[in-house]
């Protein structure tokens, strides 16, 4: 789902593994509504079409009881609260709810027997404002560490962030500036592979410290996929 490839480039690639390539090229930011009508014998995936954030509820509804699951059309960006209240027979995905960036924490308050607070606790709708107002909750401090909303002088006050190691995949983290405190911990480098700040040059130039290669390929830093897939 590389948002740099075009559907052309996309189609070349799919000829030479069609069943993961279909999936991942419905999901793709760069095919719009108009591209898969234009290319109806493609075998575009409905799943990875309601995923994608170009697709609306209403280019998604008609097809909504073919899908194999509802989880990414729940995570969608276009599905507002709205959306979900008055189309409860969708059967709407508790994991896929709870990520979606709509979802606020009145929302949580009044349904949290459904959804999952680790995830919402990292979702981007979430504020430092709703933590600390909300601290009857029991808030997870692993998906608070992937929080974008924290900040360094935040993490630092709080015992569940300021030695959690998932806040190094957090893009509040400059990587660039503390790596080499972790450069042989695979397993600590496994977060610090995923942070998004980190520039390929910066990789070039540590080659000798424990990437974790399978997670630099899908951080969505500028061409890190295609220059390590040569």
């Not at 709205?82 to 990520?99: A, P």
């Not at 509040?172 to 695979?186: D, H, Q």
């Not at 540590?206 to 974790?212: I, N, P, R």
Request: glycine share 4%; charged share 20%; net charge positive.
């Amino acid at each position: 789902a590389n948002p740099n490839i075009t559907f052309d480039q996309m189609n070349s690639y799919f000829k030479m593994s069609p069943v993961i390539g279909s999936y991942n090229m419905s999901m793709n930011p760069n095919i719009t509504p108009d591209i898969v009508k234009s290319n109806p014998r493609f075998p575009w995936v409905k799943t990875g079409l309601c995923g994608n954030p170009n697709f609306t509820w209403n280019d998604c509804k008609d097809f909504i009881g073919s899908l194999r699951n509802t989880y990414n059309i729940s995570r969608n960006p276009n599905i507002t609260i709205d959306i979900v209240q008055r189309n409860k027979h969708v059967g709407w995905d508790s994991v896929g709810l709870s990520q979606n960036p709509n979802i606020n924490i009145k929302y949580y308050r009044t349904n949290k027997k459904f959804l999952h607070m680790n995830h919402i606790s990292a979702n981007k709708n979430i504020t430092i404002n709703d933590i600390e107002k909300n601290l009857d909750l029991k808030w997870d401090w692993d998906g608070v560490a992937l929080n974008p909303n924290i900040t360094q002088d935040y993490a630092s006050t709080k015992k569940g962030l300021s030695y959690n190691v998932n806040i190094l995949a957090n893009p509040i983290i400059n990587i660039e500036k503390v790596g080499s405190r972790f450069n042989k911990n695979r397993e600590v480098m496994k977060y610090v592979s995923q942070n998004p700040n980190i520039s390929y040059k910066f990789i070039e130039d540590h080659l000798d410290y424990a990437w974790d290669w399978d997670e630099v390929l899908r951080n969505p830093m500028t061409n890190a996929y295609e220059k390590y897939m040569e």
